[in-house]
């Protein structure tokens, strides 16, 4: 059974900072790539952000320069530094993990965490 738990969401003002994290626990042989989703009320959930396990990096448009994902392996966890935080950052941002268990390749994912930027 593989668990992916995130934290560090919280209330920010503009301008502010936070970091999230997200670690994958339970019987998980391998991790290939790790990303974070974000969705806000009453719309879709877009892709913020992937690092493959290799540290290649892709991010969404609007978060360029402002955010940054980084990962421990060794952990299985992944991060997100995110600086300059806008109100249109608002959100629940949730984790996707690609990982081997003994079951074969699935995606999984975790409960989320609110992320407000407001003042």
């Known amino acids: 059974q593989v668990h992916v738990v995130e934290s560090g969401g919280g209330l920010v003002q503009p301008g502010g900072s936070l970091r999230l994290s997200c670690a994958a626990t339970g019987s998980i042989f391998s991790i290939n790539d790790m990303a974070w989703y974000r969705q806000a009320p009453g719309k879709q959930r877009d892709l913020v952000a992937v690092i493959t396990k290799g540290g290649s990096t892709t991010y969404a448009d609007s978060v360029k320069g402002r955010f940054t994902v980084s990962r421990d392996n060794a952990k299985n966890t992944v991060y997100l530094q995110m600086n300059n935080l806008k109100p249109e950052d608002t959100a629940v941002y949730s984790c996707?993990?690609?990982?081997?268990?003994?079951?074969?390749?699935?995606?999984?994912w975790g409960q989320g965490t609110q992320v407000t930027v407001s003042s």
């Open positions: 996707n993990v690609d990982g081997l268990t003994t079951e074969g390749w699935y995606d999984y």
